[in-house]
T-cell receptor, first 116, second 111 residues
Framework: DVKVTQSSRYLVKRTGEKVFLECVQD?????MFWYRQDPGLGLRLIYF???????EKGDIPEGYSVSREKKERFSLILESASTNQTSMYLC???????????????FGPGTRLTVT | SQELEQSPQSLIVQEGKNLTINCTSS?????LYWYKQKYGEGLIFLMM?????EEKSHEKITAKLDEKKQQSSLHITASQPSHAGIYLC???????????FGPGTSLSVIP
């Protein structure tokens, strides 16, 4: 079974702190994604990576950065956490490649981040 | 407004009843995905539709994609409490393998 793991299920941070959210997948997937999920807004794409060291901005990249140094790991970084970044963060991966759009995403369990 | 719209926003049904959830886009969909999410957890893949007119079923859940590939429906027959959760549709954008999602439909099934 494909497994996508996230470093924490729950996290509480203070305003201004630098926050790292880690995501690891074990299926050699090319594509990895970070979303945030908020009531009434659904899942919104923050960043997407289609290969090691490659990244694309999603719909709401402001206040976030990402790092993909190894194929299996995709990190989301909040440079200076703010209260409006309190949310559920979901990581996903899927097979990619030249043909693109090659199937379903596999999601991690999510990290519920609270910024106080 | 979002690229993908879902209706209804929430649904409460009696156990044993049938129900339908809709997902609509103003653009042609290049791959449509249905996921289920239990509250506070990650998403579980249900089905993928790619061709206009395509229909897939798994247990008591059937998903269809219309001929124009702009609307999909998810139908649950004889609902059970285990069907409760949030149902989300997702779709491929045309470039760079990005996937976007609708806002979700919250389903409650009353025993």
């Amino acid at each position: 079974d494909v497994k996508v793991t996230q470093s924490s299920r729950y996290l509480v941070k203070r305003t201004g702190e630098k926050v790292f959210l880690e995501c690891v997948q074990d299926m050699d997937h090319e594509n990895m994604f970070w979303y945030r999920q908020d009531p009434g807004l659904g899942l919104r794409l923050i960043y997407f990576s289609y290969d090691v060291k490659m990244k694309e901005k999603g719909d709401i990249p402001e206040g976030y950065s990402v790092s993909r140094e190894k194929k299996e790991r995709f990190s989301l970084i909040l440079e200076s956490a703010s209260t409006n970044q309190t949310s559920m963060y979901l990581c996903a991966s899927r097979k990619g490649g030249a043909s693109g759009r090659t199937g379903e995403q596999y999601f991690g369990p999510g990290t519920r981040l609270t910024v106080t | 407004s979002q690229e993908l719209e879902q209706s209804p926003q929430s649904l409460i049904v009696q156990e044993g009843k049938n129900l339908t959830i809709n997902c609509t886009s103003s653009k042609t969909l290049y791959g449509l995905y249905w996921y289920k999410q239990k509250y506070g957890e990650g998403l579980i893949f249900l089905m993928m539709l790619q061709k206009g007119g395509e229909e897939k079923s798994h247990e008591k859940i059937t998903a269809k994609l219309d001929e124009k590939k702009q609307q999909s429906s998810l139908h649950i027959t004889a609902s059970q409490p285990s069907h409760a959760g949030i149902y989300l549709c997702g779709a491929d954008r045309t470039s760079y393998d990005k996937v976007i999602f609708g806002p979700g439909t919250s389903l409650s099934v009353i025993p």
